[in-house]
């Protein structure tokens, strides 16, 4: 395919970056001189220096022949405007970035056809539904939804004294537990093991686990016996993200406190949710955290927009009693760093947003994509085609490529953990773990031509 990258910020690299590897054409475009430049000595793409939303900017990108435009600057208007444009010249499909609340309404109200757009990313909307996710699965590290919430994937750190502690794998018998889960890959010492029965579960391993959406309650309350839904939750930052989680979590959380250090944003949040309390002051002052009643909060979540402000208040909660803390950041760097600290979940938005354009971009056999950096790895959810290799033979017979998995099949409104004996059919939603470097390898597995 031939792609347009409209802004070379933290999305529009990393974007441009995974389309390169996949084998596409991409031209990537940023005005900014220094970032264009950057772009250009990291990716093996085409970089244009210029505003996307000049004529010939893209014609010179080639936006006559271009499969898709995906407009990712940092400005709404421009995203749309560049979608429109792209249209004009007839580009197949179009993308845009779109962060302002009263603009996602604009578009719901008149529809993106009116504004030539095929989707939107709303980076701040898919962070503040992956925490609220995190907070309705006490204890789990990394979350992500597959096959219409049917199938869930979590991850988990697993302490001393958890039940799957010195387990084997080949001991999680599905008439031992009558709520199925399937461990598809153990992080140990930074390096990934793939599950085998004969695998033992270790005190300071990080499982990834696919379950039925109903066997979560149980799952919980397995892998961490003393687990419990939050009661009360902090949340700093009265952003986008914020106020989203907050909506997202009213009527579900008995107790939410919006803690805000800019006076004029906390008045001006305090009368949207009434279920929520507002208090102004800095986080990463002791007293109002004491104020805010850290020390029985369950969950201290950190979504303002400095991301060096979210890291210091989430480690003073913690230290003060928070039994849980979440921050974002757009500071690729920061993940590496969270575990030495007592950070319990990093939430990336544009990473997540990454992961969105992504599954829009491949479409066709990829209806959903979660990327696990800390595994260089991704967990795809594909639909195979007529014909396609992976309906040909049971999964033990098929080759898969090195360091992946088939882990879940959804089948009607009946979810599949996947074995040796388990053949997949075509048009069926169907899971799969592996390494970013095998993605395409997948593509053809599930396809019933060969991808060029």
């Avoid at 939303?53 to 995203?79: C, Y």
């Avoid at 102004?280 to 201290?300: K, T």
């Avoid at 309906?391 to 098929?398: G, I, Q």
């Avoid at 075509?426 to 395409?440: A, K, L, N, T, Y």
Wanted: hydrophobic fraction near 45%.
């Amino acid at each position: 395919m031939k792609l347009i990258v409209c802004g070379a910020g933290v999305i529009g690299a990393n974007l441009a970056e995974y389309l390169s590897e996949d084998g596409h054409e991409v031209n990537l475009i940023e005005h900014r001189q220094k970032a264009a430049t950057k772009a250009a000595e990291k990716l093996d793409v085409k970089v244009i220096t210029g505003s996307a939303a000049d004529p010939s900017i893209l014609e010179e990108a080639g936006v006559a022949d271009a499969d898709m435009v995906v407009a990712v600057t940092n400005a709404d208007i421009s995203n749309l405007a560049i979608c429109s444009l792209a249209a004009a010249y007839g580009a197949k499909k179009r993308i845009a970035r779109v962060r302002d609340a009263s603009l996602n309404a604009v578009l719901e109200k008149f529809g993106m056809d009116y504004f030539h757009v095929d989707g939107i990313i709303n980076p701040d909307m898919v962070a503040a539904q992956a925490i609220a996710k995190v907070m309705m699965a006490p204890g789990s590290r990394e979350v992500a939804d597959f096959a219409d919430g049917k199938i869930l994937l979590r991850a988990f750190d697993i302490l001393e004294d958890s039940p799957l502690c010195d387990m084997m794998l080949s001991d999680l018998s599905d008439k031992d537990f009558p709520w199925p889960f399937l461990i598809i890959a153990i992080c140990r010492d930074g390096d990934v093991v793939m599950p085998r029965g004969d695998n033992t579960v270790l005190a300071g391993d990080r499982i990834y686990v696919l379950l039925p959406e109903p066997s979560l309650a149980e799952f919980l309350t397995f892998v961490n016996p003393g687990v419990r839904l939050p009661r009360k939750v902090i949340i700093y930052g009265a952003t986008d993200t914020g106020e989203n989680l907050a909506k997202g979590l009213a009527g579900t959380i008995g107790e939410i406190i919006l803690l805000e250090e800019s006076r004029a944003l906390a008045e001006k949040f305090a009368g949207k949710l009434k279920s929520v309390t507002v208090i102004h002051g800095r986080p990463s002052e002791a007293d109002i955290l004491r104020e805010c009643g850290v020390e029985a909060a369950d969950a201290f979540v950190a979504v303002s927009g400095n991301d060096h402000l979210n890291l210091v208040s989430a480690v003073l909660a913690k230290r003060l009693g928070a039994k849980t803390t979440v921050i974002t950041t757009n500071e690729p760097d920061y993940v590496s760093i969270v575990g030495a600290l007592d950070i319990d979940v990093v939430i990336n938005p544009r990473l997540l947003a990454t992961d969105l354009i992504l599954r829009l971009v491949r479409g066709g056999r990829i209806s959903t994509v979660a990327t696990l950096p800390e595994l260089k790895a991704e967990v795809l959810e594909l639909i195979p085609e007529p014909g396609s290799p992976v309906t040909r033979k049971p999964l033990r017979n098929l080759k898969l490529p090195r360091g992946s998995i088939i882990g879940a099949i959804r089948r009607g409104d009946e979810v599949i953990l996947a074995s040796g004996d388990t053949h997949v059919m075509e048009g069926e939603q169907v899971i799969v773990f592996c390494r970013e470097d095998v993605v395409p390898q997948f593509e053809k597995l599930f396809s019933r031509k060969r991808i060029l």
